[in-house]
């Protein structure tokens, strides 16, 4: 017989929706996807497009967690950015139901304050980060689109940094001079690592991004390599940015190509101690510990 | 009787040509611009143009010299760009016919080399420094898509720095989330300044440009205003790149509106000496004075 489901767990980004049956422990028995993100939904179509991905598995009585966008402004539910420090108990406790959803709680976002004004936040890493082991001091790094770099302390999340390094990449290849003729990076780990290089030695990113084009300039750099340098660029950027706490251990989650290229940069930046864990794990992981706070 | 015309002048940008009928002195007697930039014209395509647009100034037997794009790879005909430090003398020495036109000369670009390799480079701008007066020790800041930021020395070029800052501007505000109903800027003087604050306070403008967002969620920055804020934001960082040398003078060379925002933003960096020159004579007159060493 098959290990029971105790928690339906859901991951609602800006444009992918995954819903999962987890077991004892946190680990996925089922999961399915559907392109309906968030960021697409108006309040009113949030349950029913749960209900068409998901009804079979919402009818058994068990509890549903979600994390991620549903809660963003003018979503499913607005649910606040918790301030950092923020521990896992805190994210339990202000869990909220949508309206037309009471079986369905929201998990709140993180917010870092400054002065007492909103100075950076996240939504979804934050649950991701509580289904991590070790957690002690440490940098949770999460590529992509805005990219968070976490800090953890005592199995709290400290404080947080976004980069727009993944929008600002497409946004830079599709619309200036710079991305003329580029393809996808990946194919030049060379090309990259000099981007790297180039960041971390440049504290001027809009002045390092010119020099994608005197690199073309002086025969240095193809056209076929040049995604890769403007990637290193921007990546290294963030190294750059970070490189004070490059004693700290971090921990990688993403999609794996991106990690790879995240790993190599922060090599180049010094620090010493990454490893990559899966992001779909470390979000089911982290619902099925609000779960356990919660039932406690 | 009117002053008689000594020079044919050219200016022939990527998007733009002017060409100016240059009095003894540097004054500009008549001026005529054309849409046909040198960033869409083959190598056969110029002398037509420029016949199009001036041949009845071509005809009298005058000098023609010409700066900007013509001279760039592909165009009419590829110029050098010189090495740093370069004085009048050196561009004079280098000017260049396009096979097709021996009456005219391309004036050749500059370029800084950093360990022998190519480490920026500007066309057009290097003839404009020469008709600025007063260049000792001074900051030539042209804004634009590339922002040129030009040192001088001993009335030379001494090295030059170039940020993306016009074209990423439009890159961001078209293709990524934070330019969703962003409109011009120039309205919002105060968000400006934000964002001129913001980048020079900040090391990590990758970081900063995520800033928009969280200040439009915090409910410090209105849509209306945003524009004005991302705009302070990459001048900002352009200015926070340069602030060790705001001890020396700067002289804008640019469009009114984008002169302001920059004389602005280099207040709040500490810059002290500021003044605005009009491009477009400052280009006659640097021409002016390529033709005095040529006829020397």
Redesign the interface.
């Known amino acids: 017989m098959s290990e029971p489901a105790r928690l339906i767990g859901v991951d609602w980004g800006t444009s992918n929706l995954r819903v999962m049956r987890i077991a004892e422990g946190g680990r996925v028995l089922d999961s399915r996807s559907d392109p309906r993100g968030a960021g697409g939904l108006s309040q009113d179509a949030f349950l029913p497009v749960l209900q068409d991905v998901a009804a079979d598995w919402l009818t058994q009585d068990l509890p549903v967690l979600c994390s991620g966008m549903a809660g963003a402004?003018g979503r499913w539910r607005e649910m606040p950015y918790l301030p950092c420090p923020a521990g896992i108990e805190d994210l339990a406790a202000a869990v909220a139901s949508p309206q037309d959803a009471p079986g369905v709680r929201l998990v709140p976002g993180v917010a870092v304050f400054e002065n007492g004004?909103?100075?950076?936040?996240a939504r979804g890493e934050e649950t991701q980060v509580f289904g991590l082991d070790a957690l002690e001091d440490a940098l949770v790094v999460a590529p992509g689109t805005?990219s968070k770099w976490i800090r953890t302390r005592r199995g709290g999340i400290d404080g947080l940094?976004?980069?727009?390094?993944g929008?600002?990449f497409?946004?830079?290849r599709?619309?200036?001079?710079?991305g003329a003729g580029m393809g996808d990076p990946g194919g030049d780990d060379d090309a990259f690592a000099r981007g790297v290089g180039r960041a971390l030695n440049d504290?001027?990113?809009?002045?390092a991004?010119?020099?994608v084009r005197?690199e073309g300039?002086?025969g240095?750099l193809s056209t076929e390599s040049a995604a890769d340098y403007l990637s290193g660029l921007?990546i290294g950027?963030?190294v750059?940015?970070q490189a004070d706490m490059n004693d700290r251990p971090v921990i990688l989650i993403g999609a794996a190509p991106l990690c790879r290229r995240y790993a190599a940069a922060l090599a180049q930046g010094g620090f010493q101690n990454v490893r990559v864990a899966d992001a779909a794990s470390a979000t089911a992981q982290g619902l099925w510990r609000i779960r356990e706070v919660l039932s406690r």
Chains 1, 2 share one sequence.
């Open positions: 402004r004004a909103l100075a950076d936040v805005h940094r976004t980069f727009l390094t929008e600002l497409a946004a830079v599709k619309g200036t001079i710079l504290p001027a990113p809009t002045a991004l010119f020099s005197v300039l002086a240095r921007l950027a963030e750059a940015a």
